[in-house]
């Protein structure tokens, strides 16, 4: 049978003994599990795993979506999944860009790594197959000055080339991956997991196309979108402000992170929004493989003082956040410096804002003093030290090494009641969206395997007004009438149930949510057709809601298997306090009791046991998981 859309190989590489070898799955297999994390669970649930995330045995598997690689418009996207050193729990990051388009160019549906190597090593993937290289002479780099030696070590400068900073390398666990120097595999450490397996990059060229059933119908939906996407008032936006707009219209909304999630509003939100970025730093619009959108920033500072180079992109919202507002940080270049390095060293700009902001909060109530510090003055607004210590905890030095193991590691170091200070989720730092304006997003927290997680569903104010896009985007899903921002009963349950099915689904093919409705343009069946054309399968949106359904069902598996259960699936006690400051101030504290009620109907929903979050015989079985039950 012709392979269409996918190319029919998961390619395995042992780095401890450098083995390799290629699978080629039954076309079953992919119409079952799609692509990206539905195809990673499906080998991480068959590996025995590991106690320690970062031990040799733990299985670190790469896979692009379905749809990724095709000319589909706005599907770039691939996932990395491992078991997390930061949570325990699934490590799970999503990235858009161009590598996953081109491992799919050169003929792989996934590429898993397993063993560790004995010296530092990169891999080379090409159509001709894969090569275990030395890496040593780029141990210790940062991803620009290693990308720049593997192009020249692979002759190839149109290589795409994901890879690990010192932060990775030093074990920090909240260290991610980056490839091409700005798109980023944030969250959950898993570049930790590649410098736990002496993984330095791994470098792709694809000489090929892939091929597909209807490339005509494609190019026609891609017409459509690049003709429309300045017309959307939701992708217009993300054309013309990216996600920095978020700023602004959450600081005038009184639901700013500011302060280590202390206040709600931020005196100098505009000194760090989008408004004053565009104006100042922006050079130009980034963007991904076939995407008509173009929402990323890239950045330029030239002053010699604070010099920022925009090879390394520029600041999203959850960054211009986290190590903003959230820090009481003013200084719009100085958090470009700041985004800058988290890309060199591979660190996640989330946990690393929130890791400083913490240990701002710690200082401020005199949990911890200059002493424990090394001198630095953790002060809210304190520009001089939010550069040294991304430094720090990126090379493990000084004060770092207690925020370099992550919010619970670090709690735990500094004692003295520490602890009820974090905002975190499985101990994974909660992004930077506030649930108090937006109930279904605390469910989000909650419910999401990889810990806090801000895209496992979609969020509230699309489907709260009569009328609105958001709403009318999922009608096909059944979802007619509006649901209440802050509503947390059954509608709401039924709403994030069927919306975390959609988004599983978006990363099953490769779908990026800044391209797709309730966020974007593209509408859910368009994906069909997409699909149909790529694969030439007769297909429907059940179809492929239910595989997003059997995704978020394996993951459950996984965590369960892992120790994780009903206790884990919580909020930080933060959100049970009211807001302060601003329109809000004073009000709409999450109600204890509603939302326990809201995480067991979610459960008994999804066909999980409505106390233990344990999916039931029938439900597996239901899903196609056979294999699974009982394990």
């Known amino acids: 049978m012709d392979r269409l859309g996918y190319r029919g190989k998961i390619l395995w590489v042992d780095l401890a003994t450098g083995a390799v070898r290629v699978d080629e799955p039954r076309p079953e297999f992919y119409r079952t599990y799609l692509g990206g994390p539905g195809v990673a669970l499906y080998y991480l649930l068959k590996n025995p795993g590991t106690e320690d995330p970062l031990a040799p045995g733990?299985?670190?598997?790469?896979?692009?979506?379905?749809?990724t690689g095709t000319p589909a418009p706005c599907v770039p996207r691939y996932t990395v999944c491992a078991r997390s050193p930061l949570t325990g729990a699934l490590g799970k990051s999503e990235a858009g860009g161009y590598w996953g388009p081109e491992l799919?160019?050169?003929?792989?549906?996934?590429?898993?790594?397993?063993?560790?190597?004995?010296?530092?090593?990169?891999?080379?993937?090409?159509?001709?197959?894969?090569?275990?290289?030395?890496?040593?002479?780029?141990?210790?780099?940062?991803?620009?000055?290693?990308?720049?030696?593997?192009?020249a070590d692979t002759g190839e400068k149109r290589a795409r080339i994901l890879g690990i900073g010192p932060g990775g390398e030093n074990l920090v666990r909240f260290a991610g991956m980056v490839s091409d120097l700005t798109h980023f595999n944030g969250r959950n450490g898993l570049?930790?997991?590649?410098?736990?397996?002496?993984?330095?990059?791994?470098?792709?060229?694809?000489?090929?196309s892939v091929p597909v059933h209807d490339r005509h119908q494609i190019r026609e939906i891609a017409r459509w979108a690049g003709e429309h996407c300045r017309e959307h008032p939701l992708s217009r936006a993300l054309h013309e402000h990216g996600t920095p707009l978020g700023v602004e219209t959450n600081n005038a909304g009184g639901c700013l992170p500011t302060n280590h999630w202390s206040r709600g509003v931020f005196d100098g939100a505009a000194e760090i929004g989008s408004e004053r970025l565009t104006a100042e730093l922006l050079v130009e619009r980034g963007g991904c493989f076939a995407c008509p959108v173009r929402c990323k920033r890239v950045v330029e500072?030239?002053?010699?003082?604070?010099?920022?180079?925009?090879?390394?992109?520029?600041?999203?919202?959850?960054?211009?956040?986290?190590?903003?507002?959230?820090?009481?940080?003013?200084?719009?270049?100085?958090?470009?410096?700041?985004?800058?390095?988290?890309?060199?060293?591979?660190?996640?700009?989330?946990?690393?804002?929130?890791?400083?902001?913490?240990?701002?909060?710690?200082?401020?109530?005199?949990?911890?003093?200059?002493?424990?510090?090394?001198g630095l003055?953790?002060?809210?607004?304190?520009?001089?030290?939010?550069?040294?210590?991304?430094?720090?905890?990126?090379?493990?030095?000084?004060?770092?090494?207690?925020?370099?193991?992550?919010?619970?590691?670090?709690?735990?170091?500094?004692?003295?009641?520490?602890?009820?200070?974090?905002?975190?989720?499985?101990?994974?730092?909660?992004p930077m969206h506030d649930p108090r304006v937006k109930t279904g997003l605390g469910l989000q927290f909650a419910l999401s395997p990889n810990g806090a997680d801000h895209w496992f569903a979609q969020h509230d104010p699309f489907f709260n007004t009569p009328g609105s896009l958001g709403l009318a985007a999922v009608a096909p899903l059944g979802i007619l009438e509006p649901v209440h921002a802050l509503d947390?009963?059954?509608?709401k349950v039924r709403l994030v149930l069927y919306t975390s099915f959609l988004n599983a689904m978006y990363d099953c093919l490769g779908v990026c949510v800044f391209g797709a409705v309730a966020r974007s343009l593209i509408p859910v069946n368009h994906l069909v057709r997409l699909v149909e054309a790529a694969t030439g399968w007769e297909t429907s949106l059940w179809e492929l809601l239910k595989a997003g359904e059997r995704a978020n069902t394996m993951a459950r598996l996984f965590n369960l298997r892992h120790g994780l259960g009903p206790e884990d699936d919580r909020l930080p006690e933060v959100f049970f306090e009211p807001l302060a400051g601003g329109p809000l101030d004073?009000?709409?504290?999450?109600?204890?009791?509603?939302?326990?009620?809201?995480?067991?109907?979610?459960?008994?929903?999804?066909?999980?046991?409505?106390?233990?979050?344990?999916?039931?015989?029938?439900?597996?079985?239901?899903?196609g998981l056979d294999e699974f039950v009982g394990g």
């Open 58 to 67: 733990n299985m670190l598997v790469f896979a692009p979506g379905l749809l």
């Open 104 to 151: 799919k160019r050169a003929g792989y549906d996934a590429v898993i790594v397993t063993g560790r190597a004995a010296t530092p090593v990169y891999l080379w993937i090409t159509r001709g197959g894969v090569e275990i290289r030395d890496a040593g002479r780029m141990w210790g780099l940062d991803t620009g000055e290693t990308e720049e030696l593997i192009r």
């Open 191 to 208: 570049g930790a997991v590649m410098g736990s397996k002496n993984l330095k990059a791994v470098a792709v060229y694809g000489s090929e």
């Open 301 to 374: 500072v030239k002053d010699p003082a604070l010099r920022v180079e925009k090879r390394y992109g520029g600041p999203e919202y959850e960054t211009l956040v986290a190590l903003g507002s959230n820090c009481g940080i003013t200084d719009l270049k100085l958090i470009s410096k700041a985004n800058e390095l988290c890309n060199r060293y591979t660190i996640d700009t989330i946990s690393t804002g929130m890791a400083i902001s913490f240990a701002m909060a710690c200082y401020e109530r005199g949990l911890i003093t200059k002493e424990d510090t090394g």
């Open 377 to 430: 003055e953790l002060r809210f607004g304190n520009e001089e030290v939010v550069l040294s210590l991304i430094e720090q905890i990126a090379y493990r030095q000084g004060f770092g090494k207690v925020l370099a193991d992550g919010p619970r590691a670090a709690a735990a170091r500094i004692g003295r009641g520490a602890e009820k200070l974090l905002v975190e989720v499985k101990g994974q730092d909660v």
């Open 488 to 491: 947390l009963g059954p509608r």
């Open 586 to 623: 004073g009000q709409n504290a999450i109600d204890r009791a509603a939302f326990a009620r809201a995480v067991r109907l979610y459960y008994a929903m999804a066909g999980w046991h409505a106390e233990t979050g344990v999916p039931t015989q029938g439900k597996l079985l239901e899903l």
